[in-house]
């Protein structure tokens, strides 16, 4: 019988294939609509030689600055200087995004196995299999997109969430809080994570009749994610303004890519799924 760790290296090994397989498609046209939203704002953080992004959509800003990074190696290796960053073919940028895409999403197929670990080795490795056979999943790990990224924080999140709720210490908190910061400057709608962590405090709290802790580790998760999400992006805090506009022409029901739901159906939507 083949042993478990054999069988999470195919599982690994089909989910590699599947992911980076084909992540060139569709150059050098340049098909999906979203992409640029991130490509571009990396590139010229390059050229103005600056770390701070300059959109604020969704606001994205974790994967562009990711990007930004690898863009500027690429740039240094082409023996260029930061300005000359449009001399590069921009197809070369779109996939190196829609790499760094798939090294979530392949993240992703470990931290499922490791959740599903936590039940038994079994569960594990039907976990990891279906994400890296589920379509959709492998369909958005080659596009340059938070999707698949705010998936694996996601994740990331279930995996300490269930650490935390079987030994509540301040440390799993602190990873907790950091990981909500990142999701929130990927997609503002992470900050529901905090909702999480609250029913997490809350119900092993009261399971432990440890009532003073609720408070403690309520105003400590708060002040964490703040300060984390200021140490990845304090645009986001010194922009509040453009962070505001942004938001409320996304919460629009009527523009391109809208789901007719607004603001408070999208919140809905949200917390249902979790």
Do not use: C
């Not at 290796?77 to 760094?100: C, M, N, Q, W």
């Not at 936590?118 to 490795?125: E, P, Q, V």
């Not at 503002?188 to 009532?211: E, H, Q, T, W």
């Amino acid at each position: 019988m083949m042993n478990k760790p054999l069988i999470l290296f195919f599982i690994l090994l089909l989910g590699g294939f599947l992911i980076f397989g084909g992540a060139g498609w569709g150059l050098p046209a340049l098909l999906h609509p979203d992409e640029r939203t991130i490509v571009e704002p990396a590139m010229r953080m390059v050229q103005n030689r600056t770390f701070e992004p300059d959109v604020f959509y969704r606001p994205d800003h974790l994967l562009i600055q990711i990007n930004a990074l690898i863009y500027r190696v690429i740039v240094f290796f082409k023996g260029l200087p930061a300005e000359s960053i449009g001399d590069i073919s921009v197809h070369v940028f779109y996939l190196t995004g829609r790499i760094i895409t798939g090294l979530f999403a392949f993240g992703s197929i470990i931290v499922a196995y490791l959740i599903g670990r936590k039940y038994s080795n079994a569960i594990g490795l039907i976990s990891a299999f279906l994400f890296a056979v589920f379509p959709l999943f492998v369909t958005h790990s080659k596009f340059a997109s938070p999707d698949v990224p705010i998936t694996f924080f996601m994740l990331l999140f279930i995996y300490f969430a269930l650490a935390y709720m079987q030994k509540p210490t301040l440390k799993l908190l602190t990873i907790m809080a950091l990981v909500t910061a990142a999701f929130i400057t990927v997609k503002y709608p992470g900050a529901i994570l905090l909702v999480m962590v609250a029913v997490s405090v809350i119900v092993v709290s009261l399971v432990d009749k440890k009532f003073l802790r609720i408070l403690k580790h309520g105003v400590a998760t708060i002040l964490f994610t703040v300060v984390f999400e200021f140490l990845i992006s304090p645009a986001l805090m010194f922009r509040f303004n453009d962070v505001r506009a942004a938001i409320i022409n996304e919460a629009r029901e009527e523009h391109l890519g809208a789901d007719g739901l607004g603001m408070g159906g999208n919140i809905l939507f949200y917390l249902n799924t979790l």
